[in-house]
């Protein structure tokens, strides 16, 4: 609850809690998720190395326990940080195996999460269709399980797929992952709709819609500090400096 609110501090001081009352109970399997748990929090911060080893430590775990649900939420994670570190290969190879392991475990949601990171991966790559495919899969499935907060993340990266080629369903795309972040109450994913809409409105002139969305947008991103958000924060502040 405290990650999907943006309480990344409280997050971590609830998951190392967590584990270290796992590690003296001698429950590994429990210790690999508070450190899969943590280590997708540490993302959030921008402590991509942080993030890394809790994740290798889960996956150590999870191949020493022979339990493949948790070996393929850890590598799905690792994947994400590989995106984000420059190796598209690397995150592909392993959202790859995670997905593969996921279907073996029967976990739908596991499935719908991977595919939506390989949506991102095939956007980045040029792959429209294919990024098309993997999404629309994805929201169905998270839609269907009940997963909303699943469901605007990966919306709001099918918003960015299509801003370039129709700036009209982006919007709606966009729009749908701001309601949807609106009302689970997460502002990291509310923060990435209303840029996406502040960009695209920016694009066709509208510089009133743009600031708009764009400056509460700003407020979110340099609140929560995301490491990974510091690039779009700066194309805010440039974007907002021109409309003055």
Same mark, same amino acid.
């Given at each position: 609850?405290?990650? %999907?609110?943006?309480?990344?501090?409280?997050?971590?001081?609830?998951?190392?809690? &967590?584990?270290?009352?796992?590690?003296?109970?001698?429950?590994? +399997?429990?210790?690999?998720?508070? *450190?899969?748990?943590?280590?997708?929090?540490?993302?959030?911060?921008?402590?991509?190395?942080?993030? &890394?080893?809790?994740?290798?430590?889960?996956?150590?775990?999870?191949?020493?326990?022979?339990?493949?649900?948790?070996?393929?939420?850890?590598?799905?994670?690792?994947? #994400? /940080?590989?995106?984000?570190?420059?190796?598209?290969?690397? &995150?592909?190879?392993?959202?790859?195996?995670?997905?593969? =392991?996921?279907?073996?475990? @029967?976990?739908?949601?596991?499935?719908?999460?991977?595919?939506?990171?390989?949506?991102? *991966?095939?956007?980045?790559?040029?792959?429209?269709?294919?990024?098309?495919? !993997?999404?629309?899969?994805?929201?169905?499935?998270?839609?269907?399980?009940?997963?909303?907060?699943?469901?605007?993340? %990966?919306?709001?990266?099918?918003?960015?797929?299509?801003? !370039?080629?129709?700036?009209?369903?982006?919007? !709606?795309?966009?729009?749908?992952?701001?309601?949807?972040?609106?009302?689970?109450?997460?502002?990291?994913?509310?923060?990435?709709?209303? &840029? @996406?809409?502040?960009? /695209?409105? /920016?694009? #066709?002139?509208?510089?009133?819609?743009?600031?708009?969305? =764009?400056?509460?947008?700003?407020?979110?991103?340099?609140?929560?500090? +995301?490491?990974?958000?510091?690039?779009?924060?700066?194309? *805010? +502040?440039?974007?907002?400096?021109?409309?003055?």
């Amino acid at each position: 609850v405290h990650t %999907v609110h943006g309480d990344y501090d409280q997050a971590v001081a609830r998951h190392t809690a &967590a584990l270290a009352i796992y590690e003296q109970l001698a429950d590994r +399997a429990h210790q690999g998720y508070a *450190l899969n748990e943590l280590g997708a929090v540490r993302r959030l911060q921008g402590d991509l190395d942080a993030a &890394a080893a809790a994740h290798l430590r889960a996956m150590d775990l999870y191949v020493e326990l022979g339990e493949r649900f948790g070996q393929a939420n850890s590598l799905r994670h690792l994947g #994400t /940080l590989r995106r984000l570190s420059g190796d598209p290969d690397g &995150a592909l190879a392993a959202q790859t195996e995670a997905l593969d =392991l996921y279907r073996a475990s @029967g976990s739908r949601g596991g499935e719908a999460a991977s595919l939506g990171e390989i949506g991102v *991966l095939r956007a980045n790559a040029g792959d429209a269709p294919g990024a098309e495919a !993997a999404f629309t899969q994805a929201v169905a499935w998270l839609r269907d399980l009940g997963d909303r907060w699943g469901q605007a993340e %990966v919306t709001n990266h099918w918003g960015t797929l299509l801003a !370039a080629t129709d700036p009209e369903t982006a919007t !709606a795309r966009f729009v749908e992952a701001l309601t949807i972040a609106k009302d689970i109450g997460c502002p990291l994913e509310q923060a990435r709709a209303q &840029a @996406g809409i502040g960009q /695209l409105a /920016l694009a #066709t002139g509208d510089r009133q819609a743009a600031a708009e969305a =764009l400056r509460p947008a700003l407020v979110i991103f340099q609140r929560l500090g +995301a490491a990974e958000t510091t690039a779009t924060v700066q194309r *805010l +502040a440039a974007c907002i400096e021109e409309d003055h």
